[in-house]
């Protein structure tokens, strides 16, 4: 993953982030693993043991965990609506700060990304409009700790009471993280996920307070955003986009949304964040193989309009790091597959180590194999 000669120093300064001091730049960002216990979707010791060996990271974010029941668009993946939940939580948030650790917690609504089966009663998921979604998969209990990608349901569009409604789940949820423990929160905007959903001009066709214009569509963002960080300040809070500029044809269970104007409306968007001061962007590249870069104008926009810090993620190589870094359009860099099979990343980037390589068939579901059974590098090697 990295040459010898290239010095990672850079990468291992401190910083901060809104009230926190961060041991340094490597962020461990969501990841979905769906481990959760069931039923109830509550996290465990499990999960606490998983998350303090990864706590090196100067900074972590949780996989995404739904704010309430029809936020859910994947078997087994965490909640933070119920106390069983808010209680799981805190032996994560717990591990984690006896580690020296900094941890928020991703606040996550799928929309219209989900199942019948996942809902409540079996109903249908709920989105902005009622357009299904494609190109995209979900994952769907199919036995008893068993399961199997599935198309997405037919959702049906929110009525406005119900919107309103959401804005004040997003903020009970945030309180919710609090009260586990966590330091913040982070807003997942990304991947054609609710509130992303809301923005894009694909997937809302509302005509009304929610719909039409861009400044229509970013409402639902902006409401979210004050409602959250009139409880965790703004300060504590982060939010997550994936601002894609072209999309692929392969079948994944993650993708965003390309708008017309990708840039003027991440533009936007990026400027309603500085309006209500928070802490951090968080930027998701394209991932897949081959996929194409950000264009530098973004870059350069992102730095431009946000004073707060800039996190980039998206198959990053530690030279990509340095040099977004170097050239300052962004001050913290998060690796996601490395951090699964490397408990200690950090260690290994700073000290050129090599890298254990991710087991795709643990990645979701399952037991510690393929979670928390990843080893350490053995220094004896360097002895």
Known sequence: MLKENITTQALFERTTLG??????????PPLTRSRSTQPGNIPNKLMAKYYAQRAGAGFMVTEGTQIEPRGQGYAWTPGIHSLEQVEGWKLVTDAVHKKGGVIFAQLWHVGRVSHTSLQPDNTKPV?????TADT???????????????KPSQPRELQIQEVKDLVKM????????????????????????LINQFISEHTNQRTDEYGGSLENRLKFLKEVVVAVSQVVGAERMGVRFAPLFESTTEQRVYLGLVESDPLRTYAEAIKLLEDAGLAYLSVAEADWENAPGLPLEFYQKARQ????????????????????????????FAFGRP?????????????????????????????????????????SKHA
């Open 19 to 28: 009230p926190y001091e961060l041991k340094n730049h490597i962020v461990m």
């Open 170 to 193: 997003y903020a009970l949820a945030a309180q919710n993280a609090l009260d586990a423990g966590f330091d913040g929160v982070e807003l997942h905007c990304a991947n054609g996920y």
């Open 339 to 379: 951090f699964i099979a490397n408990p200690d990343l950090p260690e290994r980037l700073k000290n050129h180590w090599p890298l254990n390589q991710v087991d795709p068939n643990t990645m979701y579901g399952g037991t510690d194999v393929g979670y928390s059974d990843y080893p350490t590098y053995d220094r």
């Open 127 to 131: 989105a902005p409009s009622a357009i």
């Open 136 to 150: 995209v998969s979900v994952f769907v209990e199919t036995a008893s700790g068993e399961g199997d990608l599935a």
């Open 305 to 332: 309009l946000f004073s707060g810090r800039i996190i980039y993620a998206g198959k990053y190589t530690v030279e990509k790091a340095l040099r977004i870094l170097n050239e300052g359009y962004g001050d913290l």
